[in-house]
Nanobody, 125 residues
């Protein structure tokens, strides 16, 4: 069992940056691929980025490629999402999630077994 807690969200102007963190409990964190998803009001939850359990492979949605970077520190049981050049359309609740069977390639919400409670990111234009 893995419990996930996100932090780092907030209000930022367009063009600014934020770094989200997701702290995981449990000694099996390093065996999970990890992902970030987001959900804007009235929209479905969508894939943002994922990373393999070693951190050697990253996978990004086209909408964030080149602007966002996912990373992890297995010694700290933490996964990060560095978000640069933020746009108003990045406004959403951001969730981290753990994938017990994937390797960072998977993008569907049903493939992730553990979820955090989410952190709000608001980008003002």
């Amino acid at each position: 069992q893995v419990q996930l807690v996100e932090s780092g969200g907030g209000l930022v102007q367009a063009g600014g940056s934020l770094r989200l963190s997701c702290a995981a409990s449990g000694r099996t964190f390093s065996s999970y691929a990890m992902g970030w998803f987001r959900q804007a009001p009235g929209k479905e939850r969508e894939f943002v980025a994922a990373i393999s359990w070693t951190g050697g492979y990253q996978n990004y949605a086209d909408s964030v490629k080149g602007r966002f970077t996912i990373s992890r520190d297995n010694a700290k049981n933490t996964v990060y999402l560095q978000m640069n050049s933020l746009k108003a359309e990045d406004t959403a609740v951001y969730y981290c999630a753990a994938d017990a069977y994937g390797s960072g390639h998977r993008r569907n919400t049903y493939e992730y077994v553990h979820w955090g409670q989410g952190t709000q990111v608001t980008v003002s234009s």
